[in-house]
């Protein structure tokens, strides 16, 4: 919000169906999703798999929690953009990047 952009927290504990909903629903530029079970890759890829068929893949979608670097490619080729553990600690710059990605994918025509 300080960045200017509206955030819709949609809860915890959420299925990916769920997940899922409320970004079409919403209509959202971004998801972003904090994944502290441990069963990251697993759920991401079932919220990718979801995403695609609502045509929702043009939306980016970024991770944080304590998510290990050797589960990084795994969840970049699941198509995550952006990966933000406890060593991202500058918020500004987040907040810069996330304004960037959701820029990016309003310019990316959809068909």
């Known amino acids: 919000r300080d960045a200017g952009m509206e955030v819709i927290y949609a809860g915890i504990r959420l299925t990916p169906e769920q997940i899922v909903a409320s970004a079409l629903q919403e209509d ?14 697993e759920l991401v890829g079932d919220i990718m798999s979801l995403m695609k068929k609502q045509g929702l893949l043009e939306k980016p979608v970024v991770v944080g929690g304590i998510i290990p670097a050797s589960d990084h490619a795994a969840l970049r ?17 987040i907040m810069l990047d996330l ?7 309003r310019r990316v025509p959809t068909s």
């Open 99 to 105: 304004i960037d990605l959701a820029g990016e994918a």
């Open 77 to 93: 080729k699941l198509g995550v953009k952006r990966i933000y553990t406890p060593k991202d600690f500058e918020l500004n710059t």
């Open 28 to 41: 959202v530029d971004l998801v972003g999703l904090s994944i502290l079970s441990g069963s990251h890759v």
